[in-house]
Every structure is written in structure tokens, then in C-alpha cells.
């Protein structure tokens, strides 16, 4: 069974950037990759996916601009290259793995444990 392992997280200052990485454990990466994440208190909302050969992405309309998914299927990670952080962008970052580039964490069917993400003013 496939594990996904993100790392890269951490803190930093409003307008610094951060890149995160998933990896699968036990695996490869066959299938689209999502990124989510959850902040304290708040429900569990998309971030970004893409597919497998990396030919689609999609991304919340809060991260456009900022964020870039990427993957690198020789080295088999996927990446989210995270620019001009803001304080809402405080959250527990989890990457998913899914049959297909999907908005919806319920078409993911392997995910992570989570990498934290802290974004202070």
C-alpha cells in the first residue's frame, strides 16, 4: 500500500516562500497528486493538483499566482512551490494521491500525515 510522505514545511515571515515535497513510501507515484491543507478550526480546502504526466493543474483561487505544483516523475515527487506566503496561509499542508485531477478530497485515496506550515506578520 502506497504511503505519502511530505516534508519541507516550516515558519516564515509574510511574503517569504517555502516548497514542500510528497513522495511516496512503498510506491510510486501512478496517479494525480492534490495538495490540501487545514488550518485550526477551519474544514479541510483544496490547494492544488495535477495529474499524472503533469500536463493539467488546477488551484483554489486563494493560491493563483502564489503557488505552483510541479512533479518530477523520474525522481517520482511532486512539489508545491509556495511564493508570497500570507498569514491565512497558516495551515497542516497534505498531499493526496487520486486516479485523477480532482478539487475534491474524497476522489483521493492515499494521503499523507501532513507537513506544518506557519506564516507569521
Known amino acids: 500500500q502506497v504511503q505519502l510522505v511530505e516534508s519541507g514545511g516550516g515558519s516564515v515571515q509574510t511574503g517569504g516562500s517555502l516548497r514542500l515535497s510528497c513522495a511516496p513510501s512503498?510506491?510510486?507515484?501512478?496517479?494525480?497528486t492534490g495538495w490540501f491543507r487545514q488550518a485550526p478550526g477551519k474544514e479541510r480546502e483544496f490547494v492544488a493538483t495535477?495529474?499524472?504526466?503533469?500536463?493539467?493543474?488546477y488551484y483554489a483561487d486563494s493560491v493563483k499566482g502564489r503557488f505552483t505544483i510541479s512533479r518530477d516523475n523520474m525522481k517520482n515527487m511532486v512539489y508545491l512551490q509556495m511564493n508570497s506566503l500570507k498569514p491565512e496561509d497558516t495551515a497542516l499542508y497534505y498531499c493526496?494521491?487520486?486516479?485523477?485531477?480532482?478539487?475534491?478530497?474524497?476522489?483521493?485515496?492515499?494521503w499523507g500525515q501532513g507537513t506544518q506550515v506557519t506564516v507569521s506578520t
Open positions: 493526496a494521491s487520486g486516479r485523477r485531477a480532482s478539487t475534491w478530497g474524497s476522489n483521493y485515496g492515499y
Open positions: 512503498g510506491g510510486t507515484f501512478d496517479y494525480a
Open positions: 495535477i495529474d499524472w504526466n503533469g500536463g493539467t493543474t
